[in-house]
């Protein structure tokens, strides 16, 4: 036979064990070349450019 629990658990102590679990919005910051918003440590997606310098070469778009 297995264990099993000596009390039962409330559910507001499930919902406290729970509490990191929700889903948070990602940090943004604003790019230093073109001031769009933009994950940080990543490469900007609008512009190419990390830590002052292109990396990815953008596409212009086709009218």
């Known amino acids: 036979m297995a264990p099993l629990p000596k ?3 409330p559910k507001a ?5 729970r ?3 929700a ?3 990602p940090a943004l910051v ?4 073109c001031h769009s ?4 440590h990543h490469a900007c ?3 190419g450019t990390y830590a002052g310098r292109e990396v ?3 596409k212009a778009e086709k009218k």
């Not at 102590?13 to 064990?17: F, S």
């Not at 918003?37 to 940080?40: G, H, I, V």
């Open 7 to 9: 009390k039962r658990c």
């Open 30 to 33: 604003l790019c230093s070349q």
């Open 37 to 40: 918003p933009k994950l940080s």
């Open 56 to 58: 990815i070469k953008i």
């Open 13 to 17: 102590h499930q919902g406290n064990r």
């Open 23 to 25: 889903i948070k919005a």
């Open 45 to 47: 997606p609008t512009c």
């Open 19 to 21: 509490s990191h679990i």
